[in-house]
Each structure stands twice: as structure tokens, then as C-alpha cells.
């Protein structure tokens, strides 16, 4: 068993006095996609953004490769290696694509700019024929693939990605699914994905975690969770997969 | 039966179809009932104090000719201006400022640095027109300083004056006090707004929008009250007087042997120092011009755009949204503290009456309507402000009002202001625009 790369352990995270984390456990390994899953109003979110430090748990600890980063800020755990592509994009709209890129490199010294460019725009062809659009003028999918290119160019160790299908079209959540398995096969890249969309993201994830109220009530590997009677019934049904 | 073929539509402009005329008049027709119902009782009554008590005139004739001007202008623009294919009133804006595309923008940009340095020598050019360049150049530095922080960083700040008051002072008590010379006190008013800058960017660190600008705009009227009540060390509303002039490389303008006319064997004349403090703001103007054109470059200016569009964004890239805001208010406040160092030494009388509300209000004008974020709208601007307002000056009443219609029309024209396409920052092969109101703001 490889070493835990992210461990939330414990974590509690309240908004004023209403409790958002009672307690959560979490860990990813390193080379692993884990996703989370659960309905709305859960604590998805609300954990994606306590292991990035806005807002801050009140108990329990958050370690990353050993390090302890509970009390850190925001931009100091980006810089651990750690990207985020956050929930709703928030690309830059009205900076273009190529400027948007640049941002994500912020942390990095440069030197591996150009080879990591072309590395994301083979990824995303699309967004090399965008290069010089305003990001607000692509599209839903395209803005999504420009969110993840951004956090890719930090060159991360774990990515952890806040529900990349929403509102896209299938075939782009499919598209978008299919980049991730191969960045984590090919680079390594460790992946922490938030979805709600839970049939893909179980399908894809080696690991999964379920969230209710605050709370993760199960887990188990992504096809096994998959199986389970009690995932399908609340996740899955309406027919439509 | 031969066909015959058709006649290109297009060949024939076709005349005016009757329901246009007729619809035209029906808004007309429209609009004059509205302006009845407005300007019915206001304008047509009018009650007047007699001996008896109050009575009620009546002027129906003013309430008919409001209705009237109202139904003839409406149906006369619809049948013009309105009427055009793709009619809008864009169309009434010079080719030039729509577009701007890079040749034009350029076009005007030389033109405009061409008339702005050989100005004091244009043939016609006299003090009067000297100073109004001096003072509009003021505006611009200004502006642009400010353009910074509102245009790039996107922190509406309604106290910018604060700065020029904190540049102005820090030059004009140095002087007094320690008897140090314009030149060495140049940057060190820079740095104290730069300070000024940070002291303010303290507080408002997690704010934004409505709340930032509330607190920037107290800001600013806290430093102009200290200044005012401070009476034992700023002199109060008296404010400051005898602020040295500038020198030349040491040389004074003074009437002396050992003065700049003499040094050179020129006849003395007070126009000199009048050019001088002219080429001095320009200096200062381009200075403030080029760093902020060259900031964008930088990671820094970047940075700014960043936190611009989106402040989570930017953290979760590993930005520090701290050192990004303050860097952005210090270095602003710094460019606002130079202007205001200059126009210290340009008055050689300082006092808190310059440093109200109405200026930084006119600074933020300046910025908005030039286009946020764009340097050459901001000129633009300035100079159509800053101008317009000298000469409407025999106006004096009405010249708010224009003032006010100007903006008006400024924002039902171009809402993001004279110039307001953003050219990216960096681009690999080729230069593309994209006009702002394709990109909804600070949203994806």
C-alpha cells in the first residue's frame, strides 16, 4: 500500500455556527482517482475547499505528503503541488486563454512553460485553436477544459477537481473523464474529484467515497460502489444510465 | 410568357414604406402624451405667493411647447438618425473611437504625444493654453494612476484623492520644515502615498465592491479633515503657503545673474518657468504611462488582471491575494502622490480645499468614461473633461449640467467607456481584440 499522499482525517468545518463537516475521513493515495460523491448540500464543496484552506476546519487535521496544511493559506497550499480546479470554472473571462495558461504557471519559475503548453493544448486541442480568445467567449465545455489546463500548467502532484461535468453536454463530461484517465495513467497524476454526476466518476475512479449530510457513509472501490444497491437507489436512478 | 430578370433590389433604394411614417408618428404621438403627463402640472402650474395667500398660475403655453419639441424631435429622429439600417446611435460616434483598432488608436495616440510636446510652441500657444495643458496633464497622470487600481486591479477606490493630498503635503511640509528642494522630494512623496496606499490597503483587504468603495471614499475625507484640523502642523484651512518652485539642474527661474534666462543669455521672461512645470508633468505623465504599460507585462500586473476577474481563482493558483491588492493600491497611490507633489510646487499654495470629494470623483469619471484598464481613453478623456470644463467656463451654471449630459450620453453610447476593447497583454504571433461587451463581466 503506497503512502497517503492527502489525509483529512477527523475534519470538522462549520459556516458561523452551522455545521457543514462533522467529522469527515478522507485519504487519497498517491497515483490514485478518488472521487466523492453525494446529493446537493452534502459538504462536496465544502470539503474541497476546507482541504484548501477557505474556510479553515475547526477540528480534525489535514496532512499532504506529511505536511499538515489545516491552518495554511489558500496560496501558500497551492504552492504545495496542489491544484484546484474549483467548482463553477472561474476561469479569468476577460483575459484570453493563452493569459489565463500563463496565470495558472503563476507559481512555477518558467522554465518548463513552453513544453507544458504544448503537453495541455495536445491534451485539449481546442484550446490551442482558442489560444487568443477572451476566456469568456468559449464555451461551457471549453471553459471547463481551460479550468483543468490552468491547474495542470502549476505542474501538480494532485489535482482535485470541484464538479467538472456541471452543466455539460455527455459527450463533453466524457471527453473531459477520458483526459483525466489518461493523465493519471501516463503522468501519474493523483486525482481527487468531486462530482455529482456518479456514475462517471465511479466509473472511472479506483476509489469512492459517499457523503451525506457532512457525514461519508460509505466507501469502497469505484465499481464496487457502483454495484451497491443503496448507491444506485440514491445516485443512479431516473433511468438514465 | 418570357421571364423577365429581375431587377437587383437593391439597385432602387426603396422609398420610405408608409407604415414606417406611420409608426414613426405613433411613437411620436406616444412620447408627446408622456411628456404631457410629465411636464402638465409641473410646468403649467406654478403657484405664487400674493398678499391674499398662495395662488395658481397658469402656463399652458410652456407645457405646449415642451409637448411640442417633444413630438417634433422624436418623429424627426425617427425618421433620420434612428431609421438608418442597423440605426443606432453608435453611428453618431467617430468612426475611430468605435473601432479602435490598433492603426487607429495609434494614429491618435501619436498625434495626441506630438501636440502634447511641441504644445507650448505651437504657433498661438500662449500662457493661458500652457496651463490648461499643464492642468489637464495633471489629470491624466492622474488618471492613469488611478487606472491602475480601478482599471486593472479592480478596486473601486473613491478616495484617490487622499494621495494627491498625502503627495501635495509631504512636498509642501518638507519644504517648510526641512527646506528640502522639489527634485529630492519627489520620490519621497512617492513613497509616503506609497505608504498611504497600504495603510488604506490594510483595512479594506476582504472587501470589494460597494463595501471597498464606502471605505476608500471615508478614506479619503478622513485625510482631508486631519489635514484641516491639524492646524499646528499643516496650517489648516490656511493651508501652505510659499512652496519653493522647481529648479532647472540648480538653476532657478528667477529674474538673477544666477538665474535660468541669464545662465542661458536669454531675456527673462516668465513664461519660462510655466514651460518648464509643462514638460515636467509630461515627464511625469509618461513615466507614470510607461510603468503601467510595463507592469501589465510583469507578473505582477498580471496578477492584478487576475484578481480582477476572480479573486478564488487567483488563490487557488497559489497567488497571494494580500501582496497582489496592496502592491496594486501602493503603487497607484504612489503615481496620485507625484501628480500630487507636482501641483504643490505648481500653486505654491497648498490647502485642504483642493483635496474634496469632487476630485477624486472627477479622477474616477475620468477613468470610467475613458474605458477601464485602457491608456489612451483615459487621455482622451482627460483631455475632453479637463478641457470641456475650462471652456464652458463662461457657462459657468450650466457647466455641470453639460457635464452631466455628457456623461449620460457617454455611458447610452459606449457603457465601458470611449475605449473599450482590451488588447491581451501578451500574445504569440498576432495582436486580436475583443470588444468587451462580447464577455459579460466577471462572469464566465
Redesign the interface.
Known sequence: MSQAMLDVSGVKTYYGNIVALRGVDVTVNQGEIVTLIGANGAGKSTLMMTI?G?PQAREGSITYMGEDITRM????I??LSI????E?????????V??NL???A??TDGTHFQSDLEKVFAFFPRLKER???????LSGGE?QMLAIA??LM?RPKLLLLDEPSLGLAPLIVKQIFESLKTLNEQDGLTVFLVEQNAYHALKLAHRGYVMVNGLITMTGGGRELLAKEEVRAAYLEGGRH | MTATPAKPASAVAPPAPAHDLAHAFKDALFSALLALGLFGVIMGLKTEQEPTGLILEQHWERVLWAVGIVFVGRLVLNLTIWRRPGGKLDDLMPKGLQKYGGSTGTAIGVILIAVALTLPFLPGAERYHVDLGTLVLTYVMLGWGLNIVVGLAGLLDLGYVAFYAVGAYSYALLASYFDLGFWACLPLAFILACFWGIILGFPVLRLRGDYLAIVTLAFGEIIRVVLLNWSEFTGGPNGIGQIPRPSFFGLEFSRGDDGFAAYFGLEFSSMHRIIFLYYVILVLAFVTHLVSVRLRKLPIGRAWEAMREDEIACRSLGLSIVRTKLTAFAIGAGFGGLAGAFFATRQGFISPESFTFIESALILAIVVLGGMGSQLGVAIAAVVMIGGFEYFREFEQYRMLVFGMMMVLIMVWRPRGLVSSRAPSVYLKERKKVGADMVSQGHG
Open positions: 484548501f477557505k493559506p489558500t496560496h501558500k497551492a504552492r491544484a484546484q480546479s474549483p463553477g470554472r472561474r476561469i479569468f473571462p476577460r483575459m484570453t493563452f493569459e500563463q496565470m495558472g503563476a507559481i489560444m487568443h480568445q477572451r476566456g469568456g467567449t471553459q490552468r491547474a502549476s
